[in-house]
């Protein structure tokens, strides 16, 4: 068992759902509190990934240039990397634009339906050309699909992952 | 009709084309007409009337000749002088030296290890008659066999000569052809069907299409006397669409063949109907599959179904079928004619007989050839091949098209049959024979037959309808030097488990050549991966690790 | 003719036309699989319900083949879970999958088996191809980005129904399954709106309009009995 395990999460193309699940956990979360640190979140107001983690949770998938250095630069910081939902898992939602090019993604999003039309260039990251899984991207060490996992299920993979055991999941997608 | 008819057809036959001192045979299979055979024989006819030499000399299509490389081929007996690369424009030459020397610069020897190491029977009659005329297939000994059968045995001793014969399927997969044949007399049911495969669709084969294109009475006489043995009165053949003159000269010889009396009711005088009709495949190689080649004659797309059922028990619309290919219905009226212990002294003790092989790619003489079953794969290559041209080295050779392998050099003396090809991880397959040089990439080679299983996947099966897609893009990697250590073990388990799981034999024998390569060629991957480290390899190699 | 084998070491017995997954299934042995659909013809075509015959390399599929007298049978071994596995990953990569906004969510054979089999994640690449959604039908669609290719559809239209507006279009990776020839399906003039194939499909593929996420349940009750009263006359 580790002492106080240094814990992360992070949040890349989803849409928070799985960190609600998280956030689900309600008293098991004052459990949690008491054999890890919480290191980095956006549930906390650490602003850079620190140097030495045990233990990060992914949620969401890899879409733009900043979801890929984040990643590449959390996988080089973290012992035991979690893709948490399906978002991280499979591609889910996000990997809908997938089947079109960028362009047309953008076209559609930004000209064709608004009211002022105009792509945003340097204010936000660019795009990569597919959405992929975490595991597609880096090397990952447990998979927990669901949209979102239910709650019961991220304590019995956290738990066991904290434990240094391999889960023995009973998970299925959406 | 009896014997007597037969005799008197063939000695006028005969005494026809024997009252001109000389006969030009000019080769119009589809590998020659490609090259303007066409041409040349209208040239050399309208030549011959021009020299006032038409009562001396008869000009003769026929069909393909072997050497398909140095084509249009042309003829000339009784002297036995073989012009090669002839055009139209050398008929004033050829004709003018009729009666001279040969005309030196068209020569092609004959005296070479390609004409005399070749052992014919399938193809005894290409390129010596005209395909397109029932008396000369008569004259060269043709429909005795038939007539020997319906009059002189019961249909089990057409089994039991064939059994003995040590017969095996030519479609590539060498079931025994007697055993076959048994089954469907034996299977409940009637009415039974013949049917025969011509969907030949490997990519570099073309030995069925010469069969049909140059001797196709071979096949109809080939089908009656298996059709007798198993108590069918009706047979197919199933040719692809895409060979328009196979499908022009079987559809004519079937005419000519009911019109004589050699097909259709009460053939050659006995009680015995069995008539033949063509079928035309819509350009699936899956149709080369007998379960989805049955659908397809049906009407039905062309799927395979899990078997068995096999078709011998229920195949055309759920009747006992014969499903044999093109060549196995070739060898049969020879069997017949000449015995079973002539057939099983030629070739290997489980492989007898011989094979036909589309010899192809980097080897001096590309063409059609006929060889033992047991001559080895250099003698094919390098002797009746002639060797790899330009100075190249031998790499490998394929045999079996997408379901095949590669076999590498320090295989070359094996003996070619059945058993050996699979021990090397490829089949002896329908005959295609593609040979590489060094300038070959192996991942290339099984990237190509990977696209062509996936495109011509029928979609039934989830193995290999995505199966082969998974692997395409893989290889895709190797090709693209992009690939990593993890791709190699991807592209290893995929293999297995498309092989082990597919429906049909397409999908399980869509791996083979990649198998095949990865057993011979293994380093041709390795360098094409991104985290591929020789040191580390040759330590692990050392340490007695797989790499 | 009755015959006697063995299925997992169990001593069995199958009656005059039962198959293997018959028999299976009579005692409570688990076979996964996909195409199959009781009542219908079955075509061996998902091949997640390979078996294992001792003494035989090669896999059969349970849904049509009839065991012969003495055959050892193994239904779950490491390698047929593997296989399985596999064919359901091939499955998600082929598609376009999104269980979270699927009218079946909850309610998929497909999600159902991957939850089963353990497959968590697909190790495949995903082939993200643009596929049609036909909603030209007044109650029904189709999202071919959920289509699996069991031709369950094509089976009970033309087996049951006696419609056969279904039937299969394309080779290999781009076959898709068509209604009439592959005109919209509210044009065509024979299919009987009974919603069969709707019921018959295993994933959110075929639909009835009116359901949200996670609405469209299922039944395909109605066959066992079309099958009985049929076999009563």
């Not at chain 1, 991220?154 to 009973?170: C, H, Q, R, S």
């Not at chain 2, 060549?327 to 079973?340: D, K, M, Q, V, Y």
């Not at chain 2, 083979?512 to 040191?535: A, G, H, I, K």
């Not at chain 3, 089999?117 to 959604?133: A, C, D, E, V």
């Amino acid at each position: 068992m580790m002492a106080r395990a240094r814990l992360a999460t992070v949040w890349l193309d989803g849409c928070s759902g799985c960190h609600m699940s998280f956030l689900d956990l309600d008293e098991v979360l004052l459990d949690l509190a008491a054999r890890v640190d919480l290191v980095y979140s956006p549930l906390v107001d650490a602003k850079t990934f620190p140097e030495d983690v045990d233990v990060t949770l992914v949620e969401g998938a890899v879409s733009s240039s900043e979801d890929l250095e984040k990643i590449q630069h959390i996988r080089r910081h973290t012992r035991r990397l979690i893709a948490l939902g399906d978002c991280a898992v499979t591609g889910n939602v996000p990997s809908m634009r997938n089947m079109y090019p960028v362009s047309a993604v953008l076209a559609r999003a930004y000209t064709d339906t608004a009211q002022i039309p105009g792509t945003p260039r340097d204010a936000v990251p660019a795009l990569l050309p597919v959405v992929r899984p975490v595991h597609l991207v880096v090397p990952v060490d447990v998979v927990l699909p669901g949209c979102p996992p239910p709650a019961a299920l991220i304590k019995e993979v956290l738990l066991a992952v904290l434990d240094g055991t391999t889960p023995n999941l009973k998970a299925r997608f959406g | 009709m009896e014997l007597e008819e037969l005799n008197r057809i063939a000695a006028d036959e005969r005494a026809a084309q024997e009252q001109y001192r000389h006969r030009l045979l000019v080769c119009q299979a589809a590998g020659c007409l490609s090259a303007g055979s066409d041409k040349v024989r209208d040239a050399l006819e309208d030549d011959i009337k021009k020299a006032g030499k038409h009562r001396l000399c008869l000009v003769k299509g026929v069909g393909c000749m072997g050497l398909c490389g140095s084509g249009p081929l042309v003829l000339l007996e009784p002297d036995n002088v073989l012009y090669q690369g002839v055009a139209a424009a050398d008929a004033p030459e050829i004709v003018e030296h009729l009666d001279k020397q040969p005309v030196r610069h068209l020569r092609c020897p004959t005296d070479t290890p390609f004409f005399r190491r070749q052992v014919k029977i399938v193809l005894e009659n290409s390129g010596r008659i005209d395909p397109e005329r029932i008396e000369d297939y008569i004259a060269a000994g043709g429909y005795r066999a038939l007539l020997k059968v319906l009059t002189e045995l019961m249909p089990i001793g057409v089994i039991n000569e064939l059994t003995r014969s040590g017969l095996r399927g030519r479609g590539g997969a060498g079931y025994p052809t007697g055993l076959k044949l048994s089954t469907v007399a034996k299977a409940p049911g009637s009415p039974k069907y013949v049917v025969c495969n011509g969907d030949e669709g490997d990519p570099g084969a073309f030995m069925d299409r010469s069969v049909m294109e140059g001797d196709p009475h071979r096949i109809l006489e080939g089908m009656a006397i298996a059709a007798y043995a198993v108590g069918a009165a009706h047979g197919y053949i199933y040719v692809r669409a895409e060979y328009p003159l196979a499908v022009e000269r079987l559809n004519k010889a079937i005419r000519q063949a009911q019109k004589l009396g050699c097909l259709g009711p009460q053939i050659l005088g006995t009680t015995f109907s069995f008539n033949v009709e063509v079928r035309l495949g819509a350009g699936a190689f899956v149709c080369g599959e007998e379960t989805a080649l049955i659908a397809s004659i049906e009407g039905q797309r062309g799927q395979p179904r899990p078997r068995p059922p096999y078709p011998a028990m229920k195949g055309l619309w759920g009747c006992p079928t014969l499903i044999n290919n093109v060549e196995t219905f070739a060898n049969i009226p020879a069997i017949l004619r000449n015995g079973s212990e002539w057939f099983a002294s030629i070739g290997t003790a489980r492989s007898k007989g011989t094979k036909v092989f589309a010899l192809s790619g980097k080897v001096k003489n590309i063409g059609l050839i006929e060889v033992p079953m047991g001559i080895t794969l250099e003698e094919i290559i390098f002797g009746i091949g002639g060797g790899i041209p330009d100075g190249g080295r031998f790499k490998a050779v394929q045999t079996g098209g997408p379901s095949g392998g590669c076999i590498p050099e320090e295989h070359l003396d094996t003996r070619v049959d059945y058993e050996s090809l699979r021990e090397l991880g490829s089949i002896m397959g329908s005959g295609g024979m593609i040979v590489m040089d060094d300038e070959s990439s192996m991942v290339e080679v099984a990237r190509y037959f990977m696209e062509f299983c996936m495109t011509e996947s029928c979609g039934k099966c989830v193995p290999c309808r995505v199966g082969t897609v998974q692997l395409y893009d893989l290889l895709t990697r190797f090709s693209q030097r992009s690939a990593t250590r993890l791709d190699l073990e991807r592209l290893e388990s995929l293999c297995e488990m498309v092989r082990a799981t597919s429906l049909c034999g397409l999908g399980q024998s869509a791996p083979n050549p990649v198998l095949s390569t990865l057993r011979y060629f293994r380093q041709e991957y390795l360098e094409r991966m991104t985290d591929y480290d020789p040191r580390r390899a040759e330590e692990e190699a050392a340490d007695g690790h797989d790499v | 003719m009755v015959t006697t084998f063995k299925i997992n070491e169990m001593d069995v017995s199958a009656g005059e036309g039962e198959t293997i997954l018959d028999v299976a299934r009579q005692h409570h042995i688990h076979v996964p699989t996909l195409c199959h659909l009781e009542g219908l013809t079955p075509v061996g075509a998902c091949r997640l319900c390979l078996v294992e015959v001792k003494g035989s390399a090669a896999l059969v599929p349970a849904c049509v083949t009839r065991a012969a007298e003495g055959m050892e049978i193994s239904t779950d071994s490491e390698r047929l879970q593997r296989y399985r596995r596999m064919i359901v990953e091939m499955l998600f990569a082929e598609g376009n999958h999104i269980c979270a906004v699927c009218v079946s969510n909850g309610h998929c054979e497909l999600q159902a088996l991957a939850g089963d089999l353990g497959m968590t994640h697909s190790r495949l690449g995903f082939l993200y191809r643009q596929k049609r959604i036909d909603a030209s039908h007044y109650r029904f669609a189709i999202d071919h980005n959920r289509c699996v290719l069991c031709t369950r559809c094509v089976r009970v239209c033309d087996e049951i129904e006696g419609a056969h507006t279904w039937d299969v279009m394309g080779r290999g990776i781009q076959s898709q399954v068509i209604t009439d020839l592959a005109q919209p399906w509210g044009s065509s003039s024979t299919c009987t709106n009974c919603g069969k194939c709707i019921n018959a499909c295993p994933t959110g593929a075929l639909f009835k309009k009116s359901k949200a996420v996670g609405e469209m349940e299922k039944d395909t009750h109605f066959l066992g009995y079309i099958r009985t009263m049929r076999e009563v006359k």
